[in-house]
Each structure stands twice: as C-alpha cells, then as structure tokens.
C-alpha cells in the first residue's frame, strides 16, 4: 500500500454556487469542472499517490476544496472550523476519512475559526494566515495542539487573498513562491522567490522534483524548469473561478505510520 495518501472530494452538483470573496463572480460549468477534478486526480495517482475519496457533500456548493476542512502533521489530524458559516457542515465525511485512516483526531473548537488553505508547512515551521477565514483563536489551537508534536508555528497577516495558500506556497528545498501583489509580507519568509503569475504561486509537490501546477501560469512553469524542477500542469480553469488552486483540491498524507 502505498506510504502517500491523498484525500479529495468529488464536486457536488451546487459547485456553481461556491463563495467568492475577492474576485468577480463568472459563471462554472459543473460537468466541465468533474473532467477537470478526474484529471487532476489522475495526475495524483500517476505520481504514486494514493487518492481516497471522502463522502461527497453534495449540499456544500465548496465541498470540492477539501483542503480547508483539515489540517494534517505528522498523524495528528486537526479538523477545521471555517470562518465561513456555511462550510462547517463539509467536515464530518473528512473527520470520518482521517479517523479511518488511522490518524489522531482533534478539533478547533469555537470561537476560533480556520481553513486548512491558510496553513503552509515547510518541514516543521507551520505558517498560518490570519484573514478572513482564520482568526487568533484558531491560530492559538493550532499552535496548543502541534507544538507539543515540535511545529514551529508562525502567524502571517492575510488581506489581498482568501488563504495564505492562495498568496504563497513552497518549493521542496523549501524556498517560498508567491505573487507579490497578492502578499502582505514577504519578508516573513527566510527564502522568497517571486514568480511572474499568480497561479504561479500554486506549487503541489508530487514527489522528487515535479511540482503539480496550473496550466493557467506557463512563465512560472517556465521559470521553474530553469531552476532544475518538473512542472506537471493540470487545467483547473473552473475551480480558478471560484478562488480554487491546485493544493485546495487534496489534502496530502506522507507516512502516517512512521
């Protein structure tokens, strides 16, 4: 079996209705989405990841962005508790996904709220943005619960994007990529690389030297085989309309058992 598990969820038929804060409202095409989701998936398993597919939540429009419903270290799972009201329901086919998997379950509690895509961890520093989904409570249960574990938890301010994630993400020698515009404080990170895109600032590390990414930033994936990696783009146009990026769609478990 193998050591790298992925979880997803597959869009629900209210996808269309998903929340959007920061940018213009465009129309989804849901079916369009599905074969954009399968895709994504496959490129999950064809990089040696096992995908398990939690319950769908077909009355959560979101449900697809299983990344905001849990927090993962080590094989501490930390459920999430959304600032957005609406998405709490989306979290119990996930609590019931980790607890099957064998891992240690704990929650964020009211009134602290988070979204797991405000959560970047690079090795054992665990940065968790501050904004509109994820306020100083939840920032303090995060930190009760991974710092006995050896986290390194750092706050970072959040204001130009939905999630930290959506601003920032890392490289596997843990260099930091982000779009400036849409951050509040680079220099919060020991190692930055700016990149030309804002998509380009989504990177999910498949293994060895190839990064998942969104076919929407070529200059980026440009710039990254000049540095020595693999981009593999995926096309996931339909969940970019509704603030979604490639590490929104997964939720990745490395060696829960080691």
Known sequence: ????????????????????????????????????????????????????????????PDSVFVEDTVVMYRNVALIARSGAESRHPETTGVEEAVAALGCSVNWIWEPGTLDGGDVLKIGDTVYVGRGGRTNAAGIQQLRATFEPLGARVVAVPVNKVLHLKSAVTALPDGTVVGHIPNLDAPSLFPRFLPVPEESGAHVVLLGGDRLLM????????????????????????????????????????RDLHA
């Open 1 to 60: 079996m193998s050591s790298k598990k992925a979880l997803v969820r597959r869009p629900g038929p209210r996808l269309a209705e998903g929340l959007v804060t920061h940018i213009e409202r465009e129309g989804v095409d849901v079916d369009r989405a599905v074969e954009q989701w399968e895709a994504y998936t496959e490129v999950l398993r064809g990089h040696g990841w096992e995908t398990v597919e939690v319950d769908p939540a077909d009355d959560c």
């Open 214 to 253: 969104a076919a929407s930033a070529p200059k980026t994936a440009e710039l990254f085989a000049d540095l020595g990696y693999a981009p593999v783009p995926v096309d996931i146009g339909e969940f970019e309309k509704l603030e979604g990026c490639v590490t929104c769609l997964s939720v990745r478990l």
